[in-house]
C-alpha cells in the first residue's frame, strides 16, 4: 500500500504571495489533518478534513485555508505569505473513524523570502 | 484541552544499550490514543506505536514498547537495543476518537552513540 504523499517537497516563496500544497492519503483513508512545524511553535494543528468537510480546526488565522476532493486528496493554502510562515508542514491521513492510528507524509518545506 | 509533556529535551545512550523516553499526559477524556512517531532529520513523522486508552497490556512493537501507566497518565517509550540509526527526535502525541487533531510534545533528541 503506498503511503502518504505531499508535494512538493521544498518550496521557496516570497513574502505577500500565496502557495498551495497538495497531499494524497493512503488508499481508504478519508480524514486528512495538516500540520505546520517550526522549531519555536513545535507541531501546531491547523484543520481535519473527512469526506469533503472540515471536520476540526487549529488555531490559525483565516490566512490559511484547505479543502479535501472527492478521491480524499486534499490542498492546503496559505495566502498573503509573510515570514513567519516559513515551516514544515506534514500532512496525515487516517481512517477518520473509530481507528486512531494517523500516518505521516514526508513534508514539505516552505521557505518564505 | 489534552496536553501532553516531554520533559527531556536531549538523551544520550551507548549503543546496543536500551533507553526510555518520558511522556506524560492531561486528559479529560475517558478514550484516547497515545503515539510514539520519530522523526529523523529528514524530517518525515514515522509512525513507532501506538497504545489504546482502553488496552490492558502494554504496546510492544519489534524493539520498542510503551510503558502505559494510566493512573499516573505516563506514557514512556522503551528503546531496546539501541542502534546508530535510532538517533533522531522523538514525540509522544495523543489524540481522541473521531478526532483529526493529535496533540504533540515538545520532543526529544535521542542521540545513540557508538
Known amino acids: 500500500k503506498a503511503g502518504v504523499t505531499q508535494t512538493p517537497r521544498y518550496l521557496i516563496k516570497t513574502r505577500g504571495q500565496q502557495v498551495t500544497l497538495s497531499c494524497s492519503p493512503i488508499s481508504g483513508h478519508r480524514s486528512v489533518s495538516w500540520y505546520q512545524q517550526t522549531p519555536g511553535q513545535g507541531l501546531q494543528f491547523l484543520f481535519e478534513y473527512f469526506s469533503e468537510t472540515q471536520r476540526n480546526k487549529g488555531n490559525f488565522p483565516g490566512r490559511f485555508s484547505g479543502r479535501q476532493f472527492s478521491n480524499s486528496r486534499s490542498e492546503m493554502n496559505v495566502s498573503t505569505l509573510e515570514l513567519g510562515d516559513s515551516a514544515l508542514y506534514l500532512c496525515?491521513?487516517?481512517?477518520?473513524?473509530?481507528?486512531?492510528?494517523?500516518?505521516f507524509g514526508p513534508g514539505t518545506r516552505l521557505t518564505v523570502t | 484541552a489534552q496536553k501532553i509533556t516531554q520533559t527531556q529535551p536531549g538523551m544520550f545512550v551507548q549503543e546496543k544499550e536500551a533507553v526510555t523516553l518520558d511522556c506524560t499526559y492531561d486528559?479529560?477524556?475517558?478514550?484516547?490514543?497515545l503515539f510514539w512517531y520519530k522523526q529523523p532529520s529528514s524530517g518525515e513523522m514515522i509512525f513507532l506505536i501506538y497504545?489504546?486508552?482502553?488496552?490492558?497490556q502494554n504496546a510492544t512493537e519489534g524493539r520498542y514498547s510503551l510503558n502505559f501507566q494510566k493512573a499516573r497518565k505516563s506514557a514512556n517509550l522503551v528503546i531496546s537495543a539501541s542502534q546508530l540509526g535510532d538517533s533522531a527526535m522523538y514525540f509522544c502525541a495523543m489524540r481522541e476518537p473521531n478526532a483529526g487533531k493529535s496533540t504533540f510534545g515538545d520532543g526529544t533528541t535521542l542521540t545513540v552513540k557508538p
Open positions: 496525515a491521513s487516517s481512517t477518520g473513524e473509530v481507528e486512531l492510528e494517523q500516518y
Open positions: 497504545q489504546g486508552s482502553y488496552d490492558e
Open positions: 486528559t479529560s477524556d475517558q478514550s484516547y490514543g
